[in-house]
């Protein structure tokens, strides 16, 4: 969990380098959750470990705490960069709208593996999408 958690915060440094809108930065965000579900076949380490939560030791819970606050926090500053530059519509609230996008990105891959229908990924994003400009 630990380097899984690195790797994507270093996800999220590059996306920060190549994307200069929020938009571009969520979409990518939005790209990297579509690859890890592997056509339905996948998840990303944090949704699957979240899902069998009671079994896992106290340490791993915590680091999946501090995976989503990273991301929460990361993502809270995409929308505040939305809110400013005008990317993303109808932002009121960074970081409930972080709290809120994370899970969306995570139950819409839930739902997409459990039927093994990227379909179904793809029509929760297209919601999101609709306000990326």
Request: net charge negative; glycine share 6%; hydrophobic share 45%.
């Amino acid at each position: 969990m630990q380097r899984y958690h690195a790797g994507f915060k270093q996800a999220c440094a590059d996306i920060d380098a190549a994307e200069t809108t929020a938009s571009a930065r969520l979409s990518a965000l939005i790209d990297r959750y579509r690859t890890a579900l592997d056509g339905g076949k996948s998840l990303c380490l944090c949704v699957s470990f979240s899902t069998s939560r009671e079994s896992l030791p106290t340490d791993v819970i915590a680091q999946i705490g501090a995976f989503r606050t990273m991301l929460v926090d990361w993502l809270s500053a995409v929308f505040t960069t939305g809110l400013s530059d005008g990317s993303i519509l109808d932002v009121r609230d960074p970081m409930a709208e972080a709290a809120a996008a994370l899970s969306l990105l995570e139950g819409a891959q839930l739902s997409a593996r459990a039927e093994e229908n990227p379909d179904l990924f793809a029509s929760a994003m297209a919601l999101m999408q609709q306000r990326l400009r």
